[in-house]
């Protein structure tokens, strides 16, 4: 279990406020999503959707775990992390946990079991997670960067994107702050228990040290999200709904960026608005987009919630004791 610290934790009632306002901007968004639109022309929608175009796109946006599970493992590499297949199921938890909890906490569960494994403190493995999400984000700004202006805009189309660019500025210059002053800082310079913890969480930033890591990450982030959005048109098209190259990348792009939107645990609500809104921009009706959002997003919620909910019994984890997880600067014990 997690090495105790001087009391540093996360408890129970911190997440609560977290999660009323997510639940309220979800409530939101479907109240969004669904109006003016007959419920019963989604639900006929999703029947007459094509079987064998559904599982494509199942399995080609599953397929994308696997990828993202060796990238976070070769930016690992200086960790001595575990092999791929249990990388994998590291990726999974934390997918079944962000989909349980609200706050990201599933990037909490990774980085427990990372440092079990790897026998390192939990910060320095939560540093791999952070680098690790930020490629996806910057995949996520440069997808929407280039196809938003060949795409129909809107005013909250204009407004994620900022966000998103917000986000990705910001998320960039922290990691590349927090980095550079710990490497720089002197080793013999006294620490306090929360420097302690930012010089563990900067070992952890600083996991990318070489151009041809940095080009390994660039090209299996390309590579899942280029399932990914295999699979989003696949699903798409098992609805009739034709979606160019051009279309998928916004889509995804904007997917991606209204993630951050605080939401409820698997951004239900608001992931379904962004999808459904987003191919309204290109003329698809709103019972035909709608029912594309709801299997777009189950054709990834319901397999690595049960999946990985049931690999949190392997690891021993749960979702109680992730909400008070020690913010040790020891390492952990398998």
Known sequence: MVAADEGATRGPRSI???????????????????????????????????????????????????ILAVRWRSIARDLDPPGT???????????????????RLGEVAR??????????????SF???????????VFFALAFGLTVAASPTDDWVRWVGIGGAIITIAALATLGVVALLMSRRPDDA?????????????EGLRCVHTWSGAFRALVL???AWGAWMAGLWSIAESLGIGLS????????????????????????????????SSLGLFGVAGADALAFAVLLHAAWFIPTTVTGSILMVRWGLSYTALRRVSLSTRAVNA
Request: aromatic share 6%.
């Open 190 to 202: 006294p620490a306090g228990r929360w420097m302690r913890h930012l010089l563990t969480l900067g």
């Open 16 to 66: 609560v406020p977290l999660l009323a306002v997510g639940v309220l901007v979800s409530v939101a968004a479907i109240l969004l999503a669904i109006r003016g639109i007959d419920l019963g022309d989604v639900a006929s929608a999703i029947g007459d959707a094509s079987p064998a175009y559904l599982a494509a796109g199942a399995l080609l946006m599953l397929a994308s775990y696997p």
């Open 245 to 276: 190259a051009t279309e998928v990348l916004f889509t995804t792009g904007l997917l991606g960026l209204g993630s951050a939107v605080p939401s409820a645990p698997g951004f239900i609500g608001t992931y379904h608005w962004i999808a459904a």
């Open 85 to 103: 297949p249990q990388m994998l199921e590291l990726v999974l938890i934390g997918a079944a946990v962000n989909n349980a909890l609200p706050a």
């Open 111 to 124: 980085s427990v079991g990372l440092g079990r494994s790897a026998h390192r403190p939990v910060l320095q």
């Open 127 to 137: 540093g791999t997670v952070v680098v690790d999400r930020v490629a996806d984000v």
């Open 221 to 223: 982030t390309f590579a």
